[in-house]
């Protein structure tokens, strides 16, 4: 495939062996904004998964004794190829996920940044002893062939997430993208065939079958999933009856405690943002807010001033900061939050399920407003839950030991955020949260030093970093006697 091959934006197949293949059953997702059908894609087959897994076993056996120094020039130039068609890939980021342009940019150049930064990162032999007896070596090896299975909230970031770190170990990757948004993934593993040789990078877009197939197929070695809790304690079953290494980046509850001390309008306004971004359809967005009682009165009524300025709208309108729930279910799962939510608490911040439709003129958008509630129960589902959408709960706090224990009392695991300007108080509080990842005074920042993962039902192992890169790996001791 020639650069030039690779312009448009309106085919969308599997790439297996480095074809372009259909297959003879079709599907498409709905533009969530408008309800319009996007283009067809194809719905693989038992047998287009075990093409791919052949081909990726094959590549592998080449891939895997590539130098390291090559296979970061492979990355380098994919991340290149990607900046070339940055525009093309914002405005489908738009079309199939719904959100904003200005955040569709962001993810694609977050992804390009992320891509190149990994590539700084160099898993290095460990030296445990070298005397005049023996030396003794810890490597990290390729583990084989890995799945990337991508969820529907960042379709672009997360398909890069997992491409890179299993190349540049010397495994191959088959990239499974969601079927509510499949076309950024196959479109980014077409473009990678480019730089990389055949097999080494394959893409399947399918239906609810094609996940379940990879996951127990004999051939897959790894698997990278990102998703809900639910689905991924079904992966790691599946994964178990060949013993399969899993990643599992699941759900999140995430706390931000508000101390007493910060500039109220600044952070309200701040933390909002955080919990509404992406229409709260971000696993590791603040879900619950926890105020000093001393100025939550305050705080509430900050926060709910600066939700009703959000703009709300598809995502290519100038200024709109919130686009609509990304798919059918998603939205009803959405509503069912609502049942338990007054009118009074829905006026605070103009919150509540769309009836004047802001989508396209005739469409049927799936639009949620951004709905801040003021005290529910600490045992109401809005708590207890992660609604994954723009609900955000705010509750009252004077007791720091209290608020700690509070904030952990959930089965989620994957961040928290402590907002004070006594950071020796934040220090102090952030410590006791458990939670894979904790900030202070700010949230949802990433580094790609840094490993991302989830305690508790927030997941299994980590992403970024040289974790991320280990995760792709088998460790390999060496004795040599000498």
């Not at 259909?22 to 998964?49: C, F, L, M, Y």
């Not at 900046?83 to 719904?98: C, D, I, N, R």
């Not at 605070?348 to 004047?356: A, E, F, K």
């Amino acid at each position: 495939m020639t650069p030039s091959d690779f312009a448009v934006f309106d085919n969308f197949q599997n790439t297996i062996n480095g074809q372009q293949t259909s297959t003879t059953e079709k599907r498409h997702s709905i533009n969530p904004a408008s309800g319009q059908p996007n283009p067809d894609v194809p719905v693989s087959t038992p047998q287009d998964v075990d093409r791919a897994v052949e081909a990726a076993k094959e590549a592998f056996e080449t891939w895997s004794e590539v130098p390291p120094s090559e296979r970061k020039k492979a990355v380098l130039a994919f991340a290149d190829g990607l900046e070339k068609h940055a525009q093309e890939f914002a405005k489908l980021l738009v079309q199939e996920q719904g959100k904003p342009l200005q955040f569709a940019t962001l993810e694609i150049t977050g992804a390009i940044n992320w891509l190149r930064e990994t590539c700084d990162l160099e898993l290095k032999d460990e030296i445990i002893e070298d005397s005049d007896e023996r030396k003794l070596v810890v490597r990290h090896t390729p583990i084989g062939v890995a799945v990337g299975i991508v969820p529907w909230n960042f379709p672009l970031t997360l398909c890069c997430l997992k491409l890179a770190p299993a190349v540049l170990t010397g495994n191959t990757v088959i990239i499974k993208p969601s079927p509510f948004t499949p076309y950024c993934g196959l479109k980014l593993v077409e473009l990678a065939q480019q730089v990389f040789p055949p097999g080494v990078v394959q893409a399947l877009s399918g239906d609810d079958n094609l996940g379940p197939w990879l996951t127990a197929h004999p051939g897959i070695d790894k698997i990278s999933f990102t998703g809900s809790s639910a689905t991924g304690k079904k992966v790691m079953e599946s994964a178990a009856k060949t013993l399969k290494r899993v990643t599992l980046e699941l759900g999140g509850n995430d706390a931000a405690i508000i101390c007493k001390g910060v500039d109220v309008e600044a952070v309200a306004a701040k933390v909002a943002s955080l919990g509404f971004m992406n229409s709260g359809q971000i696993c590791v967005a603040i879900k619950r807010i926890y105020i000093h009682e001393s100025i939550y009165d305050r705080f509430r009524d900050a926060a709910a001033a600066f939700t009703k300025t959000l703009k709300l709208g598809e995502g290519n309108e100038e200024g709109v900061f919130m686009g609509p729930i990304q798919n059918a279910m998603q939205y009803e799962k959405v509503k069912s939050f609502f049942s338990d939510i007054t009118k009074d608490q829905l006026s605070l911040s103009n919150g509540g399920i769309c009836t004047d439709n802001p989508g396209e003129a005739g469409g049927r958008g799936y639009f949620i407003r951004p709905t801040i509630i003021d005290k529910p129960a600490e045992d109401s589902r809005l708590v207890t839950e992660e609604p994954f959408g723009p609900i955000l709960p705010l509750l009252s706090w004077n007791d720091e030991k209290d608020v700690i224990a509070r904030a952990n009392n959930t089965r989620m695991g994957l961040g928290a955020s402590v907002w004070s300007n006594d950071l020796d108080e934040a220090a102090r509080i952030a410590s006791k949260l458990q939670a894979g990842t904790v900030w202070v005074n700010t949230h949802m920042e990433t580094d790609a030093r840094a490993p991302f993962g989830g305690h508790k039902e927030s997941g299994i192992g980590a992403e970024m970093g040289l974790h991320g890169l280990r995760a792709y790996c088998n460790v390999q001791t060496l004795f040599l006697k000498k």
